[in-house]
């Protein structure tokens, strides 16, 4: 690896063997606490270069090469990538060379051929554990508590394990046991989503379960990017700034947009967990794959087919609206559409509307506005996102547009879903399932209305409907069972 070099003419380097740990050196705590558990940048640091050294010399700090190459083949270490195409060359200030760096994750930070991630080495930074951890006095279902005990069993035992459950099941209560014994036994944890919503929807719930507890919520923009906690709430993407941090790794909604076509986020995910760790997994909607894995005793899983209300889901109604997309290049939506909408704000029951792309949806707005000037529209660029979704909370807005960025992780009590476009290749069977999963969600007003409206039925509408129909079947027979 070539040297780092700096405007104050001193000069990092690696070496093999690296230096051995030093324990009557008076390291920085402050240091310590910013980079346990991480690989950070020269430039996300702002200590002298000369502290930082003589923390590497003393063996609490350690310097790994930001780009690798395997053959002539480069690869970065933070993300992973190795598609050539995603790398570029510039000018370096630093080394005087032509570096090359990675496109890949240059949002996080430039990594580049002199570029050196530098992590922690050194004790972990201590704190004291309150009398009681867990303060929620919920309870939870037959089939929550045997979802928590498998949880609870895969964290203290170092194990995988997926927790399938309907939308609905209450699977953020069924992960409080598990959290609280990591926690007991000096565990790192974290909660990581492919989503921001998700992150803001998670972190009130669990700061108020977990009150005395340390809990960081990471996503773009955070204020909390540097703070060290027992309990980390992140986006996959702010995992990338972790390396070997956690003890348990509970992935939520993993199935969902990134994760799942982004290698960057799976490579960060397996890159924060520690050599022996847990790893447990959330969704309502496995892959085929992961379905078949689990019926064939290849993965470990627990179910919870019902919710914890004990309610069915509601199942979608197929409602075919023509061709809606030719009626809104003429400002029109299809009849069915129009008198639904009504039908909602008439009865003042809170709603939303789901389309495949934005400029359909803006287009719809202006139709639906004239029938209430309140209605409004969300999606992922909106620079008002989090504001109308706590809006739509609050009862604000009466009908929300959306695009599948509110699919999952949101949870609104009492509103009825339709779906505009459902034939749409951007609506799987996962998102439908996800977005019918909206509706009924809470003990007080279980029964909300799903709708799909479309040009065509597809497949993946009626994989979706099936599904949920399996679900309910399922959950059907578990509460017998569970009163015989």
């Known amino acids: 690896m070539r040297p780092i070099n700096n405007p104050q003419n001193l000069t990092i380097m690696t070496s093999t063997p690296e230096p051995k740990l030093n324990p009557t050196y008076k390291f920085n705590h402050e240091l310590q606490t910013l980079l346990t558990g991480k690989q950070l940048l020269l430039e996300d640091l702002t200590f002298s270069l000369t502290e930082i050294q003589s923390h590497y010399e003393n063996g609490y700090i350690t310097y790994r090469k930001g780009i690798e190459s395997n053959g002539n083949m480069p690869g970065c270490v933070r993300c992973g990538n190795s598609e050539p195409h995603l790398f570029a060359q510039f000018p370096c200030s630093r080394c005087n060379q032509t570096c090359l760096y990675c496109r890949k994750c240059l949002m ?9 991630l530098i992590g922690w080495k050194g004790p972990e930074p201590s704190s004291s554990l309150p009398a009681s951890i867990l303060r929620w006095k919920g309870s939870l279902s037959d089939g929550q508590q045997q979802a928590s005990n498998k949880v609870v069993e895969a964290i203290q035992q170092n194990g ?15 992960l409080f046991a598990g959290v609280e014994a990591a926690l007991a036994s000096r565990k790192r944890v974290c909660i990581a989503t492919p989503r921001t919503d998700v992150v803001l929807e998670l972190t009130p719930r669990l700061k108020a379960a977990f009150p005395e507890i340390t809990i960081a919520h990471l996503f773009g923009g955070s204020e909390d990017r540097h703070l060290y906690a027992a309990l980390t709430i992140a986006t996959t993407h702010q995992l990338l700034r972790f390396y070997q941090a956690f003890d348990t790794i509970i992935l939520d909604e993993v199935d969902a947009f990134p994760y799942t076509v982004e290698e960057a986020l799976q490579h960060a995910v397996i890159q924060a967990r520690k050599p022996i760790s847990a790893m447990i997994y959330l969704t309502a909607t496995p892959s085929e794959k992961w379905q078949k894995e689990c019926r064939t005793d290849r993965r470990a899983f627990t179910t919870i087919p019902a919710r914890f209300h004990r309610h069915p889901l509601p199942v979608p109604e197929y409602t075919w609206s023509g061709n809606w997309q030719k009626s809104l290049k003429k400002n029109k939506l299809p009849q069915n559409v129009i008198r639904w909408v009504t039908s909602r704000l008439q009865n003042q029951k809170q709603a939303l509307l789901f389309f495949p792309h934005i400029a359909l949806m803006e287009k719809a707005l202006l139709i639906l506005r004239h029938i209430d000037p309140s209605i409004e529209a969300v999606h992922a660029e909106d620079p008002d996102r989090k504001e109308k979704v706590q809006r739509m909370r609050a009862k604000e807005i009466p009908l929300l547009l959306t695009t599948t960025i509110l699919e ?77």
């Not at 930070?109 to 050196?116: A, D, F």
């Open 108 to 116: 996080m930070g430039r990594i580049s051929g002199c570029t050196t």
């Open 160 to 174: 995988e394990l997926l927790v399938w459950a309907v939308c609905g099941a209450g699977k953020t209560e069924v």
């Open 408 to 484: 999952r992780g949101v949870t609104f009590p009492n509103i009825d879903v339709a779906v505009v476009g459902a034939e749409d290749d951007i609506f799987t069977e996962s998102a439908l399932v996800q977005i019918a999963g909206r509706a009924g969600r809470s003990k007080d007003y279980p029964k909300g209305i799903v709708t799909f409206f479309h040009y065509g039925k597809t497949n993946a509408m009626v994989k979706a409907r099936r599904q949920i129909l399996l679900m309910n079947d399922e959950g059907f027979k578990r509460c017998l069972l569970d009163h015989k």
